[in-house]
């Protein structure tokens, strides 16, 4: 704060003002430098190693970097709107818009990082609204004293920190999410502390310094926190490949003895030739077993029974390709409970389970045929593969599980449920330009249809359309 001299004429006498001016001195050139370059070698090296490992996260992380930089770089008193344009009102505004930018990319890093739109779709929803309120809050800062914009600056930053700790928190993922709490507590800090700085008039230099330090502090974290991503992953990919690597080993130690035996007498070669072999078998047995055991963890839903979201992926490729090459048609039945999270919310999770594993018993003894695949696609959403089945087969199933679910109570500790379900069809029947996702999202749209006409129905939706 400076006291600056103003010489004021009246009645052609001349008289001396104070007035009190705010100035902000833009930071030291070799300071911007410094930071201005090793923010774009971090940049840079989060597109690399997104390149070296096809990470989408990395590349939404060094999206994030670079503009946090330059959010950082504008609230140290270097504009970079100036060259485009001087207007005063528009360059008040840089900081704050920088600073929601670059909030909104570390949302969608989030999103993508902790996939919060199939586990916590809570969590998805908070993070979504909160962006579209800081977009409108960017054109009404228009308006705003320089003051009341930074100060609607630091609110926004709080409140989007605030929104991701309550977010990661909400995530199955402890080990990862713990990180990156501890991460996002860093920034949070700082801001708290930039309030009592700006509050008892500290240099606006110290706060920028501040800025940078706790922008150097998160970028540390977050490398850690993918570090420890990748770590995690080569860990669990170890321990199965171990676990099959014991059991080959157990085979061939068995065969060395086996082999061993042969140069004993010919009588004890025979009685002992039949105890190897079948140890050797039980052997091999154990290890197909285990095989057999790691392939379902991969693709069985452990809740419902059903396959999972990663073999319907899989599977619902193969049988597009083999209905195109053999001219058969295929069919997709989308299903959700009707109202689930009204169970939940009323009932609690664990009877929201049971209704869970109640419906997918239901639809997999409907299930008749060995080719028809039953898959939970997330949440309470469950989606059928009929190979070599038309619109009417697909049409009489789905109608099937309907009915069969609405007409038997779920019973759970005394609680009568009386639950429904809706059904979105879709067949694909050799159209052509029609790819697996245009089926799913035709199915979706019949299922959406079917909500929209008072749930417990089936609707179809023809490819067409979509």
């Known amino acids: 704060m400076l006291v600056l001299p103003i010489t004021v004429q009246a009645d052609g006498e001349h008289s001396v003002a104070f007035v009190e001016a705010e100035i902000v001195l833009p930071m030291q050139p070799y300071i911007q430098q410094i930071f201005i370059g090793s923010g774009l070698i971090l940049s840079l090296m989060c597109f690399a190693w997104a390149r070296a490992l096809r990470s989408y996260s990395m590349v939404i992380l060094a999206i994030f970097f670079a503009i946090k930089s330059f959010g950082i770089l504008v609230s140290g008193g270097v504009s970079l709107l100036t060259l485009f344009t001087e207007n005063p009102q528009i360059l008040k505004v840089e900081g704050l ?102 509050y008892w008039q500290f240099s606006a230099q110290l706060i920028n310094g501040l800025d940078m330090l706790a922008f150097w502090l998160m970028a540390i974290m977050v490398t850690y926190l993918m570090g420890r991503k990748y770590y995690y992953h080569l860990r669990d990919e170890r321990l199965a490949q171990q676990q099959v690597l014991a059991s080959a080993k157990a085979s061939e130690l068995a065969q060395q003895k086996l082999l061993a035996l042969q140069e004993e007498s010919q009588e004890q070669l025979e009685s002992r030739v039949q105890e ?98 039953g898959c939970r696609y997330g949440g309470e959403e469950f989606c059928l593969i009929l190979p070599e089945t038309d619109a009417q087969g697909a049409l009489a199933l789905a109608q099937d599980i309907c009915q069969s679910t609405n007409k038997q ?45 008072g749930r417990n129905q089936v609707q179809v939706s023809l490819l067409s359309e979509t």
């Open 409 to 453: 109570q779920f019973i759970d500790d005394d609680i009568v449920i009386d639950l429904t379900v809706s059904c979105g069809v879709a067949t694909y029947q050799q159209e052509q330009g029609v790819t697996p996702e245009i089926i799913f999202a035709s199915a979706d749209k019949a299922l959406y249809k079917a909500k929209q006409a």
């Open 97 to 198: 818009l920088l600073a929601c930018l670059s909030h909104l990319i570390l949302f969608a890093f989030t999103i993508k990082f902790f996939t919060l739109k199939k586990f916590a779709a809570t969590s998805y929803q908070l993070l979504i609204r909160l962006s579209f309120f800081m977009v409108l809050a960017v054109p009404f800062a228009y308006f705003f004293a320089q003051t009341c914009v930074w100060l609607l600056t630091q609110i926004l930053v709080s409140m989007s920190l605030i929104a991701l700790l309550y977010a990661v928190r909400q995530v199955q993922e402890q080990r990862l999410s713990t990180i990156f709490s501890l991460t996002l507590l860093v920034p949070l800090s700082f801001n708290f502390i930039n309030y009592l700085l700006h």
């Open 276 to 373: 190897r072999t079948l140890e050797l078998n039980i052997a091999l047995q154990e290890l197909e077993a285990v095989n057999q055991a790691l392939k379902e963890k991969n693709t069985l839903d452990e809740l419902s029974g059903l396959y999972n979201r990663r073999y319907y992926d899989e599977k619902i490729l193969a049988e597009f390709r083999r209905s195109r090459r053999n001219l058969t048609p295929l069919s997709i039945i989308l299903i959700d409970i009707d109202h689930f999270k009204l169970v939940n919310d009323s009932y609690g999770h664990l009877t929201g389970d049971k209704c869970i594993v109640e419906v997918a018993k239901r639809i997999k003894s409907l299930l008749r045929r060995s080719s028809d695949v």
